[in-house]
């Protein structure tokens, strides 16, 4: 079975432009959660998407959206970029929201460099 | 606010010695506590988790120990080989409407010297 996958790998952009981010889960995982991580602040949830609705969102601007497909392909989308989300940014897939907890699969992330 | 916290922020260890990392929660609603693994350009594996219900963990040579009153818990790395040297991250998870949020600690680098 493949792995998380997340495209593109490297992406370097410049402040105020917007950027998207994309991430396959496993197949038959329906939740897809986006982390950022940072040498600073460590590994912060960004939010959660279950059957294309955004179930849970942690404590980023409204710069960072995110969205998920019918096939549970999911997107991130930051808007004006700041030299503050130089990042790399996560996508992990589960293949079950509700009752247990089941085991997060992360990707190899998108490493972000906004100059 | 740092919900978990993790120590030390880097070891070194001797190849065969056991390797010992700490980590503290605040949030009595966290009910799974996974460990993670990370080696430089790759996301973070799962190495072992625990539920609060349970007081030890045992992996192969990864252990992990659960205090719930003293809200801490640890992983241990027994016969640490240059091969387990990664970072290393503690996590709580919360279920939130369906929705499970880890949150991480700080992470540990462990590096394994020969």
């Known amino acids: 079975k493949a792995g998380v996958t997340q495209t593109p790998r490297y992406l370097i952009k410049t402040r105020g432009q917007q950027v998207t981010l994309s991430c396959s889960p496993i197949s038959g995982h329906r939740s897809v959660s986006w982390y950022q991580q940072t040498p600073g602040q460590g590994l912060q949830f960004l939010f959660e998407?279950?059957?294309?609705?955004?179930?849970n969102k942690g404590n980023f601007p409204g710069r960072f959206s995110g969205r998920q497909f019918s096939n549970s392909r999911s997107e991130m989308n930051v808007s004006t970029l700041e030299l503050g989300d130089s990042a790399l940014y996560l996508c992990?897939?589960?293949?079950?929201?509700?009752?247990?907890?089941?085991?997060?699969?992360f990707g190899p992330g998108t490493r972000l460099t906004v100059l | 606010q740092q919900q978990v916290k993790q120590s030390p922020q880097s070891l070194i260890v001797q190849k065969g010695g056991i390797s010992i990392i700490n980590c503290a929660y605040e949030?009595?609603?966290?009910?799974?506590f996974p460990w993670y693994q990370q080696f430089p350009g790759k996301g973070p594996a799962l190495l072992i988790a625990i539920r609060p219900d349970v007081s030890e963990k045992k992996e192969g040579r990864f252990t992990i120990s659960f205090n719930k009153s003293a809200k801490q818990f640890s992983l241990h790395i027994m016969d640490s080989q240059p091969g387990d040297s990664a970072t290393y991250f503690c996590?709580?998870?919360?279920?939130?409407?369906?929705?499970?949020?880890?949150?991480f600690g700080k992470g540990t680098k462990l590096s394994v010297i020969p």
């Open positions: 992990a897939s589960s293949w079950i929201s509700g009752g247990s907890y089941n085991e997060q699969f």
């Open positions: 996590a709580a998870s919360i279920n939130r409407a369906g929705s499970y949020q880890l949150t």
């Open positions: 998407y279950f059957s294309e609705t955004q179930r």
């Open positions: 949030n009595t609603a966290f009910d799974y």
